[in-house]
């Protein structure tokens, strides 16, 4: 069974924001798949767009937390391992995901499987908090083979922030990055704004 550390956090607002309009304007099909889609806030916004949107999380709580129409479009599986068809996706999201992959291993085998998904063209959005060089992070930060940025938040979760070089590298193999953005985001314990990235990338091919 998949279990997910949000699981734990069975009442979590999330806060990252999202240009809709832009996205749904690049979509190349009304199929699109929204990564770690959480209690669905996004989905909500895909769907009023006029998208068909399939929801996948790992967590059983906040999937149960979505409005019902969406019900029957909802997927518990893992960023890592779709399981879906090559080329079936018009488009993809993963909102605030990434920070919760640990390894790099973890974010290129969902690179990959995004790739696979999405049809060439298809536009891949993602966001997620990065690093921060205040003295209230930097003591914090923890420290693995990999990376220098591993923090617990006060929201009780265990999370990566990645530098968008990092992240940038690992998609450019199967995406072509056409814009990223730095913008402060609400902290997820809604206490305070912290450093955020959005980068827009396209699938190539
Ligand atoms: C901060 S919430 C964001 C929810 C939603 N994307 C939004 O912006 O409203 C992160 C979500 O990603 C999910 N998640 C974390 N790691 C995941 C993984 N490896 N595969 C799929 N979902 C994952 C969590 O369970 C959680 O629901």
Not at 74 to 102: N, R, T, W
Not at 117 to 129: A, E, I, R
Not at 163 to 183: C, G, M, N, T, Y
């Amino acid at each position: 069974m998949i279990q997910s550390e949000y699981d734990s956090l069975p009442e979590m607002i999330s806060t990252t924001p999202f240009q809709i309009d832009d996205f749904a304007a690049g979509c190349l099909m009304q199929q699109v798949l929204d990564i770690g889609c959480g209690y669905g806030r996004t989905l909500d916004q895909l769907a009023n767009s006029g998208l068909s949107p399939i929801g996948l999380d790992t967590s059983i709580v906040q999937l149960r937390r979505c409005t019902p129409m969406h019900f029957g479009k909802l997927i518990i599986a893992k960023a890592s391992s779709l399981p879906f068809s090559d080329e079936s996706f018009g488009g993809a999201i993963a909102l605030g995901v990434i920070d919760s992959l640990l390894t790099t291993a973890d974010l290129k085998a969902m690179v990959n499987e995004c790739g696979r998904v999405l049809m060439p063209g298809s536009p891949f959005w993602l966001n997620f908090y990065t690093i921060n060089l205040e003295d209230s992070f930097v003591s914090r930060y923890k420290s693995t083979a990999e990376t220098s940025h591993l923090i617990h938040t006060r929201s009780g979760l265990k999370v990566r922030h990645w530098a968008p070089e990092e992240v940038e590298q690992i998609l450019s193999d199967l995406f072509s990055v056409v814009r990223i953005d730095a913008e402060p985001f609400l902290s997820m314990s809604h206490r305070r704004y912290v450093n955020g990235i959005h980068i827009r990338a396209v699938r190539k091919g």
